[in-house]
């Protein structure tokens, strides 16, 4: 079925550290894919999404390139602040579903200390 | 504007007690999903809502489970004779159209923390 795997975390890093986040997916059609993030005591907030092959989506100093021949949609930042501190979830939406209900990834939980 | 909205915030309940989880979604946003963050599953899809038609509720985990859209606004989600293994965040997201549209994005709400004793 389809399906969403993010690499297991935590993952710690100093401040001004680069981050990548790896996320593959398994999907039957072409999906859409999304990156959520979840700060602490707060709700689920979109960071940036793609919606075709070879897009690049990109929020906040956060980049992913939906890569169709590797199934990834890794989540990079050059240089990660304290406040990146959360949980983040890759996500896709297929339209073959006829609902756009997205299917999330277990979550990467990410530090960054100062 | 004003985000999704739920209520309550949290809700601790007795083994065998109903609850009525309620949802506000975004203004215009005709479509509306449900989901659950459990430590043990992560984030699953239950229902999805267009207008007050409920297209999608294969995710539902039991017949215990159940929802409702009224107005093409609100949403409450029941769950009857709660189990322990309900105790999760229960999420509501909100879109402008949702269906075949993958490229829209869902608003979430804060969720509301469900504890069954």
């Known amino acids: 079925g389809d399906s969403v795997t993010q690499m297991e975390g935590p993952v710690t890093l100093s401040e001004e550290a680069f981050l990548t986040i790896n996320c593959t997916y398994t999907a039957t059609g072409y999906p859409s894919l999304f990156w959520y993030v979840q700060y602490p005591g707060e709700g689920l907030q979109l960071l940036l999404k793609?919606?075709?092959?070879?897009d690049k989506g990109s929020n906040k100093g956060f980049e992913a390139t939906y890569r169709k021949e590797t199934t990834s949609f890794h989540l990079e930042k050059g240089s990660v602040q304290v406040s990146d501190s959360a949980v983040y979830f890759c996500a896709l939406s297929l339209g073959s579903s006829n609902t756009g209900k997205l299917i999330f990834g277990q979550g990467t939980t990410l530090q960054v200390k100062p | 504007g004003a985000g999704v909205s739920q209520s309550p915030s949290n809700k601790v309940t007795e083994k065998g007690k109903d609850v009525e989880l309620r949802c506000d979604p975004i203004s215009g946003h005709t479509a509306l999903y449900w989901y659950r963050q459990s430590l043990g599953q992560g984030l699953e899809f239950l229902i999805y809502f267009q207008g007050n038609s409920a297209p999608d509720k294969s995710g539902l985990p039991s017949d215990r489970f159940s929802a409702e859209r009224t107005g093409g606004s609100v949403s409450t989600l029941t769950i009857q004779r709660t189990q322990q293994e309900d105790s999760a965040v229960y999420l509501c997201a909100s879109s402008l159209v949702g269906g075949a549209n993958t490229r829209e994005t869902q608003y979430f709400g804060p969720g509301t923390r469900l504890l069954v004793l």
């Open positions: 793609a919606t075709k092959a070879d």
